[in-house]
């Protein structure tokens, strides 16, 4: 069994204690709301709370068990009615799956008696097979883990969005800390040279990767320059100060007409209050960060790159920035070969917020561009599809092709909520332009 994160290969241990790391991990976030809110969405284009709760073991039953193993589930109800997640274009686009959903106990129940199947599965069923499409490389395996651990990143960005006496306070997911020498940055744009980027990977090369991170492909990228650091809230509130908000010029016509309808004035983590602004934490209400990167949906940060005489940078050229080098080469990661650890930048649940620009020097790339992975996702201008020679993934063959649709853009990189097993060059995230709740940040290119 071959991943990008286990460089000297993957044995069922590794599976078994990856499994049982990303459950523990799930049952922490379920902690964070209060009990009473169990059944309210905390985002209203999503779900309420306890689908997720039954989405994730159901999703792994119906994936390993059932499709790739070809072996009976646990409950068909469940099975069906926790199947599959919602990413509806507007309110108007939200039904409840069901009028009456189960009540928690018997959620967790059945979550219990799908964690002791499946971990069974993983220490002893066939998981490679070559003859079974979803087996071929144990790729059932793969994508259940993956897939709890992209979860526990969206569950954050919805229990952020709730208010703070609905939830209990707690420690990071994650207790591992990096001594960090913090850079003075400067906001200066890096020219980067004209070069070959490779966007996705060959599955030989990688073993496990998604559909849409298939198979590689070679992109001529002209010379440009791109920011050294992350766009900030100061940076950010330059723009709101200057009528950013009341220019249509800055907008694309799609964009102004979301401004212009739903009132907004300034990004969803800000709150005005008593004449200053402030960040809304996951737990606090703080006073807002200068130096922290400013989280923004990709109709804001398009039309901040305007003002500022840019535009976003290309899927390619974020490829450029963050893993070329003078020399021609390109790496694995911005800093070079060795996998992610928490020097190298704001992921794997240290933090439940962002930290300064100019953090994690030693995460830089090649060129000495920061933060391209950690502390947000980064937006990139390119609309999110399928590479040439896109097959859909066999064990979640919907994963993608529900997405291809001109109205989802490619975000690259990593957030503060990011899995380190998900961190590689290949991966894709993608989001609607106007969906205000990820972590989501950016910089401008010319």
């Known amino acids: 069994m071959k991943h990008p ?14 499994f049982r790391g990303g459950r523990a991990r799930t049952a922490d976030v379920f902690t964070i709301p209060r009990p009473e809110i169990y059944y309210e969405r905390p985002i ?33 109800d469940y099975e069906t009615l926790f199947a599959r997640g919602i990413d509806p274009e507007d309110e ?14 018997d959620v967790q129940a059945y979550g219990a008696e799908a964690d002791a199947m499946l971990e069974k599965a993983l220490c002893d069923a066939p998981l490679e097979n070559e003859s079974v499409p979803q087996l071929v490389g144990a790729e ?8 709890e651990q992209m979860h526990q990143e969206t569950l954050l960005y919805m229990l952020h969005n709730l208010p703070h006496e609905a939830k209990v306070k707690r420690r990071p997911l994650s ?10 940055p400067t906001q200066q744009r890096i020219e980067v040279p004209a070069g070959v980027a490779t966007l996705g990977a060959n599955r030989e090369d990688i073993g496990f ?31 709101i100060n ?34 200053g602004w402030y960040w809304r934490g996951m737990f606090d209400l703080i006073p807002l960060p200068n130096d922290w990167p400013v989280y923004v949906t990709h109709a804001e940060a398009e039309a901040y790159a305007r003002w500022k005489g840019g535009r976003l940078p290309s899927e390619a050229e974020y490829h450029r920035a963050a893993y070329g080098t003078p020399s021609g080469e390109e790496r694995s990661q911005p800093w ?8 190298r930048g704001n992921f794997g649940f240290t933090n439940w917020e962002p930290v300064p620009i100019g953090t994690h020097p030693a995460g830089a790339s090649a060129w000495g561009v920061h933060d391209l992975v950690g502390n947000g996702w980064e937006w990139t201008s390119t609309v999110f599809d399928g590479f040439p020679g896109f097959e859909p993934t066999p064990s979640y063959p919907v994963y993608s092709n529900d997405f291809f649709d001109g109205e989802h853009y490619v975000l690259k990189g990593a957030s503060p909520a990011t899995a380190p097993e998900l961190i590689r060059r290949s991966f894709r995230n993608w989001f609607r332009p106007n969906y205000p709740y990820l972590y989501a940040k950016f910089r401008t290119a010319v």
């Open 5 to 18: 994160a286990f460089p000297n290969g993957v044995t069922r241990d590794d599976l078994i204690a990856w």
């Open 44 to 76: 209203a284009l999503r779900n309420p709370i306890v689908f997720y709760e039954g989405h994730l073991p159901a999703f792994s039953v119906n994936t390993l068990m059932k499709l790739a193993l070809k072996r009976d589930g646990i409950r068909e």
């Open 92 to 105: 108007a686009g939200v039904k409840d799956p069901a009028s009456l959903w189960p009540a928690r106990e």
């Open 140 to 147: 059932a395996a793969f994508v259940i883990l993956e897939h």
């Open 175 to 184: 207790r591992l800390r990096a001594c960090t020498i913090r850079i003075q």
């Open 209 to 239: 990767g998604w559909d849409n991170e298939l198979p590689e492909q070679k992109a001529e990228v002209p010379a440009f320059a791109i920011d050294a650091h992350s766009v900030t809230n100061r940076d950010y509130l330059d723009f």
């Open 242 to 275: 200057a009528g950013g908000y009341q220019d249509p010029s800055y907008w694309s016509p799609k964009a102004w007409q979301w401004i212009a309808t739903s009132g907004i004035r300034h990004p969803h983590f800000w709150l005005e209050k008593d004449g």
């Open 336 to 343: 070079g070969e060795e996998l992610p650890d928490p020097s």
